[in-house]
């Protein structure tokens, strides 16, 4: 029987131990991928054991990209990997930090909501921390909530006895789940376990016991290496799960399929559910592992690149449009700054599609300027992603539309030619976070513009996350020398799409489509930019038409 009273909603913690990076958010949605499936209704919440409010003010280069939910919420980005996997929107409630739980308890200090009594990290840290999961059990019969960090860590602490706390409160109604590595020494050609044993005597040690071990590991975990873990951490063998390396990040919900995972959880809870039906998963695996129309080459000229996570949805929303298509989607990750140091712009040459997503600050402009034009002239599928779209417009400005110096405000206050200048809401912004546009607002599309034809309806809504836009004094001239604003706020005042009607496809968006793309429903846009690139990539002259066929 499903439950479908709030009390009854079960609810699955994710901690992770032994080293970072070891893929607990793609772990925590591929078990929710599975519980999904199974008909059970699923969400998940990210809490990140550092003191910044949210992400939105940390560098994408230390922290990955930010990912902007609907409701304007700028998060971790294990929760495009949770929306992509578990095919929901999800929001602000979804996430929470260190900073997030204690500027809450402060401000009901301040109001004299504890009046006459000492605040301290137990109770009411803990108290915060295990409302926010709790919140998110109405609605839902399954919550997992992931706690950043690595066991042992101190910042985590509060988190770990916050939910333990919440598995003493709700009994079997919650379960633990550890990520570990199971390292192999080829030295002694064998895989060891010690580190698991150290990390759930770490885990243990605050109180917590797993059901269930997910092992990362490059090697097969045959039954006895199993059985050793099972029996040196007090988990039943069947709650000893492997998780190999796989091709695709996709691949892994099939894996713990096999393994049997969702089930051990269901019975963990006392629970039945049907089977999943993962026939479209598999159909998803078999596009991206091997497709059978050829390769696409993108090549993505942007400021983060040493760093993929900081471009983690355009990469996925990429591979998305590749599953659309059934090409393989081959992305080269270009730092902008190269071309500035000399890089001839016509290694475009070898690309079948030029991506420029979005970011901050001046460094690397020229580069993405010079990319851009290069994609022009010479007629490359161009998708432009917010600062993407205003180095577009810059480009233009300067090359066809002979506006001399013409720049954006964000990166020369002095140009006689400010083409990209500041929302007339944020001219009196001063603090940073959470400031900017944020989150999900509504465009009409231009009748007749390939735009509109991508999308296939007139309007649409997109997520944002920006504070600069197209100066409309310098509309018509724009237009003029042949630049389409292909959709617009619905209010006309702000530009939100631009496109070039003399190329095959290039096309500028203010918003982030990336956000929205999921490997079950490519997001529009990068179907059609990659159909475009597949048309290149197969030598024929007219793009435009195969695009839309996307
Ligand atoms: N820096 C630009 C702005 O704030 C672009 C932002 C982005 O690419 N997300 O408008």
Redesign the pocket.
């Known amino acids: 029987m499903i439950p479908t009273q709030s009390d009854q909603t079960r609810y699955i913690f994710v901690t992770g131990g032994v080293v970072s990076s070891l893929g607990k958010g793609i772990a925590a949605a591929s078990l929710g991928v599975l519980l999904k499936e199974r008909g059970l209704r699923v969400t998940l919440q990210k809490l990140d054991p550092y003191i910044n409010v949210d992400p939105g003010t940390l560098s994408p280069l230390q922290h990955g990209e930010v990912f902007v939910t609907e409701d304007g919420a700028e998060t971790d980005l294990d929760l495009g990997h949770y929306e992509r996997f578990i095919d929901a929107s999800l929001s602000q409630e979804n996430n929470t930090t260190t900073g997030r739980i204690y500027r809450t308890v402060i401000d009901s200090e301040r109001r004299g909501d504890y009046l006459g009594r000492t605040v301290q990290v137990i109770p009411h840290i803990t108290d915060e921390i295990k409302r926010s999961v709790r919140v998110l059990g109405e609605g839902h019969d399954v919550v997992i909530s992931e706690v950043g960090g690595t066991v042992g860590d101190i910042e985590s602490l509060p988190f770990l006895e916050g939910i333990r706390q919440f598995r003493q409160e709700v009994g079997s109604r919650a379960l633990h789940v550890h990520l570990t590595l199971v390292p192999y020494i080829s030295a002694a050609g064998e895989l060891k376990t010690k580190p698991t044993q150290h990390s759930v005597r770490e885990l243990m040690q605050t109180g917590i016991q797993p059901a269930v071990l997910i092992c990362r590991t490059e090697h097969h975990l045959d039954e006895p290496i199993k059985a050793k873990i099972a029996g040196f951490t007090n988990v039943d063998p069947a709650g000893v799960i492997e998780a190999l390396d796989v091709e695709t990040i996709y691949e892994v919900p099939l894996e713990f399929r096999r393994q049997r995972l969702d089930d051990f959880v269901l019975s963990c809870f006392g629970m039945t559910a049907p089977a999943p039906d993962l026939t479209h998963w598999t159909r998803i695996v078999e596009r991206v592992k091997s497709p059978s129309r050829g390769a696409v080459k993108i090549a993505v000229v942007g400021k983060y690149t040493e760093l993929v996570d900081a471009y983690k949805s355009v990469e996925q929303a990429l591979i998305h449009g590749g599953i659309t298509h059934d090409v393989r989607v081959e992305i080269d990750w270009i730092g902008s700054e190269r071309i500035e140091e000399g890089l001839d712009p016509a290694f475009l040459a070898d690309y079948h599609g030029l991506l420029v997503?979005?970011?901050?600050?001046e460094r690397g402009i020229e580069g993405m300027i010079a990319a851009i034009r290069w994609a022009r002239e010479n007629d490359l599928p161009f998708l432009g992603?917010?600062?993407?779209l205003?180095c577009a417009v810059i480009e233009f400005a300067r090359n066809v539309a002979g506006l001399e110096g013409a720049h954006?405000f964000?990166f020369d206050k002095e140009s006689p030619h400010p083409v990209?200048c500041l929302m007339d809401e944020q001219r009196n912004i001063t603090t940073k976070g959470g400031t900017?546009r944020l989150g999900s607002y509504e465009a009409r599309l231009t009748a007749g513009s390939l735009s509109r034809e991508v999308f296939g309806s007139p309007e649409i809504t997109e997520r944002h996350?920006?504070?600069?836009?197209v100066n409309n004094d310098y509309r018509s001239a724009l237009k003029e020398k042949g630049m389409a604003f292909a959709a617009t706020s619905l209010d006309g005042k702000l530009v939100e799409m631009i496109e070039l009607p003399n190329h095959p496809w290039f096309i500028g968006s203010q918003a982030?489509p990336e956000l929205k793309s999921r490997p079950t429903r490519a997001h529009p846009l990068f179907a059609s930019f990659v159909g475009a690139g597949a048309v290149r990539a197969a030598g024929l002259d007219s793009p435009k038409t195969a695009a839309m066929g996307a």
Do not use: A, N
Not at 385 to 388: D, H, P, T
Not at 465 to 469: N, P, Q, S, V
């Open positions: 997503p979005g970011g901050f600050g992603i917010c600062l993407g205003q954006s964000e990209i900017m996350r920006h504070r600069y836009e982030h």
